[in-house]
């Protein structure tokens, strides 16, 4: 299992930060709307609880660098990707309020494609090569946060915000896997698929070629976790599912 976190920090380096149009204060604004808040440590805590309780330990592949950044999760081909219409492809040119990020500038963003989203994807294609050759399978577990209200940049923000949002995929996302996030969440609140968020990371190498890559994304309400008592439930969940995923054969 790897547990994927690419939305939780909120480090932005010199050279992208150069690119960036907001003053400081809105550019802190803007990261508090953005970043997954503390799914890092949501990870952390679930994967060392699961250790602990027996479960053979799981890998954590964790963004050091904001969304803001470059954005691991999209499509490097603007073309390809549908969030270039908001200004928010592999490199976000657009705010979550779809003010001006960054000017239009395709070399800089080649540039920074080449610089940090790269090396990112080859890392974590090669973590999941390494658990196959180990395992003969890999699942992906994608984490990830989303406020109550939705933000003007997202597409289906009619759909339902229920505490917890399972993206799937077509090919990546078998039933056991459902199945058993379904099972583990429950405590946690309704469990819904694909709303307000639809699909699951699974690196570009293995991307509808390599069955035995399993993903499925976990979107947690921020508020479901907000407290320490929410926290501590939503840990409990995760490392049941952790625990599940080891004895499934998603």
Do not use: K, Q
């Amino acid at each position: 299992m790897v547990v994927h976190v690419p939305h939780a920090s909120r480090h932005v380096p010199a050279d992208a930060r150069s690119s960036i149009v907001l003053d400081d204060d809105a550019l802190a604004a803007e990261l508090d709307a953005m970043t997954d808040v503390a799914t890092d440590v949501l990870a952390e805590r679930a994967v060392a609880a699961a250790v602990t309780a027996g479960t053979p330990r799981p890998w954590r592949f964790v963004n050091a660098a904001s969304r803001l950044v470059v954005d691991p999760e999209r499509f490097p081909d603007p073309a390809a990707e549908e969030m270039t219409e908001v200004g928010m492809g592999a490199v976000y040119t657009r705010t979550s309020d779809l003010r001006l990020l960054r000017d239009d500038d395709p070399d800089r963003d080649a540039a920074l494609v080449r610089r940090y989203f790269d090396p990112y994807a080859a890392a974590l294609a090669d973590l999941v090569d390494d658990r196959l050759a180990a395992h003969g399978r890999c699942v992906v577990v994608d984490l990830h946060s989303y406020p109550a209200l939705p933000l003007p940049y997202e597409r289906h923000a009619d759909d339902r915000r229920p505490p917890v949002c399972l993206g799937t995929d077509p090919v990546h996302t078998p039933a056991a896997l459902v199945a058993a996030a379904r099972a583990a969440l429950a405590p946690v609140g309704d469990v819904v698929l694909d709303e307000p968020f639809r699909g699951t990371y699974v690196p570009l190498r293995h991307w509808g070629t390599e069955r035995r890559v399993s993903s499925l994304m976990v979107e947690l309400r921020r508020d479901t976790y907000a407290g320490a008592d929410g926290a501590d439930a939503v840990v409990a969940a995760l490392v049941d599912l952790l625990h599940r995923l080891d004895g499934t054969s998603a």
